[in-house]
T-cell receptor, first 111, second 113 residues
């Protein structure tokens, strides 16, 4: 079965700093989602990457998919306290559409 | 439509009792998924429906768990004879088709005491 490993597990940054979160898959990635979760709440969809080399941006968040490396990275520029939360990557199953998720990266942004 | 809705948001139950959760997906979405999430981990897939058909069930879904989506709209997840290990957040998501983004509800947090 496919496994996703996220790094780092947790991250504390000063407001205004840039940061990167990585997601590495044990198998070929056919699609990769990024979600954000506040503690005790549901997942908020950020973006979906479907093609190797694809890069998408949403406000100050940019994600890239490197199919060859079976990896995706999520980059936040000029972080703000509102960026704090748990970032989860999810891989799309080839047939069913169900997703396998990483265990998340907890981001804390210090004002 | 305001998105995926789950009820109740919180449920505390005694061990051995049965519980049922409800999920109302986004109205035009034909796929509905159930996931379970424990503290510090990502969501784990339980089962999914395409319209009213339950197409896949995870091995995590023991015979005490059952899910239905009788008219292809809302879905229910029932856990019989709850155990303390069932304590978790149960998340529902819906999507339009297979390889499109799935939108999640706020989850139902189950505590078995």
């Amino acid at each position: 079965s496919q496994e996703l490993e996220q790094s780092p597990q947790s991250l504390i940054v000063q407001e205004g700093k840039n940061l990167t979160i990585n997601c590495t898959s044990s198998k070929t990635l056919y699609g990769l989602y990024w979600y954000k979760q506040k503690y005790g709440e549901g997942l908020i969809f950020l973006m979906m990457l479907q093609k190797g080399g694809e890069e998408k941006s949403h406000e100050k968040i940019t994600a890239k998919l490197d199919e060859k490396k079976q990896q995706s990275s999520l980059h936040i520029t000029a972080s703000q306290p509102s960026h704090a939360g748990i970032y989860l990557c999810g891989a799309v199953n080839t047939n069913a559409g169900k997703s396998t998720f990483g265990d998340g990266t907890t981001l804390t942004v210090k004002p | 439509d305001t998105g995926v809705s789950q009820n109740p948001r919180h449920k505390i139950t005694k061990r051995g009792q049965n519980v049922t959760f409800r999920c109302d997906p986004i109205s035009e979405h034909n796929r509905l998924y159930w996931y379970r999430q424990t503290l510090g981990q990502g969501p784990e897939f339980l089962t999914y429906f395409q319209n009213e058909a339950q197409l896949e069930k995870s091995r995590l879904l023991s015979d005490r768990f059952s899910a239905e989506r009788p008219k292809g709209s809302f879905s229910t997840l029932e856990i019989q004879r709850t155990e303390q290990g069932d304590s978790a957040m149960y998340l529902c998501a819906s999507s339009l088709g297979g390889r499109t983004e799935a939108f999640f509800g706020q989850g139902t947090r189950l505590t078995v005491v």
